[in-house]
């Protein structure tokens, strides 16, 4: 049986041949990469929604070269945590699957027997996240509308991903865990110097959110130094600066060929009431 549910219906979903199916006929081809469409054409507001082919691709590459390990490994060690033997994990804007990779081997690795999926608005993105990860169930499907059953999960995991809290509490069990995952008050500060004339640090808060008990927040934070144009333009293209920087900023960016930036991470654990 899948990890989805059928988004027309509701009704759980089971691979037949090159498709998941559910019992009242619904049916939804499986791509040869290994990923579902699960995201219905009315609930599109575009004809190809989320991270473009080039976006894609710079985002791979600048994750697949180790930059944003230590939050990979931080929430790896939170996952261990914070659930059971046997675990349900859903990444809910996951992207390549980076992060929903090294939490489901890291949960392997300490024993436990992890069932884990992921969703992304982006079919790109998840053409790399399917390649990659062929344990583990992905579809294209919006975080406002998750194609999963109610109370099946039992970590929910959102890295710089909308904030959909009313679909987060329907999925989560009652004890699961929430990981909410945003950038630190001086995250790429130095590249923000470059971008902008007057940059400033990123708000820091703790917001309660109903239905959510807060457990902790932890820190990550590092620095990298990035060695290309490639690598710091990969990295931009990561960020929402990419769409929002003055011409005059990009054109200086695009004339380094070294950059060393901070990066931080907050990571805000909760548990469902």
């Known amino acids: 049986m899948s990890f989805f549910c059928c988004p027309v219906c509701g009704a759980p979903l089971e691979q037949v041949g090159g498709a998941l199916r559910c019992g009242k006929g619904h049916s ?39 930059y ?22 859903l ?62 999960v039992d970590l929910l995991i959102n890295c710089f991903s909308p904030l959909a809290l009313e679909e987060f509490s329907r999925v989560l069990r009652p004890g699961g865990a929430f990981f909410y995952v945003v950038p630190g008050a001086m995250h790429l500060w130095e590249m923000k110097q470059v971008l902008y004339e007057s940059p400033y640090p990123n708000e820091e808060k703790e917001t309660p959110y109903p239905g959510f008990a807060y ?31 003055p011409q005059a900023g990009t054109a200086r960016l695009s004339a380094l060929e070294t950059l060393t930036v901070r990066t931080e991470f907050r990571i805000h654990v909760f548990t469902r009431e």
């Open 28 to 66: 939804f081809d499986t791509a040869r990469e290994g990923y579902t469409h699960l995201l219905p054409p009315n609930r599109k507001h575009s004809a190809a929604p989320g991270d473009d082919k080039g976006m894609a691709a710079a985002r791979r590459a600048f994750l697949q070269r180790g």
């Open 68 to 89: 944003y390990a230590p939050l990979r490994d931080a929430l790896c060690d939170l996952a261990v945590r914070y659930t059971g033997p046997a675990p349900a994990v």
């Open 91 to 152: 990444d809910a804007g996951c992207g390549e699957g980076y992060y929903t990779g090294g939490i489901y081997r890291a949960l392997q690795t300490a024993g436990k027997q992890p069932r884990a999926a992921g969703i992304d608005i982006s079919k790109f993105i998840l053409r790399y996240a399917a390649k990659a990860e062929k344990d583990i169930e992905f579809a294209v499907a919006s975080s406002y509308h998750l194609p999963v059953a109610d109370e099946s």
């Open 215 to 245: 457990r902790e927040i932890v820190p990550v934070s590092d620095t990298i130094t990035l060695p290309s144009q490639e690598d710091i333009h990969a990295l931009f293209q990561m960020t929402p600066y990419f769409w929002k920087t």
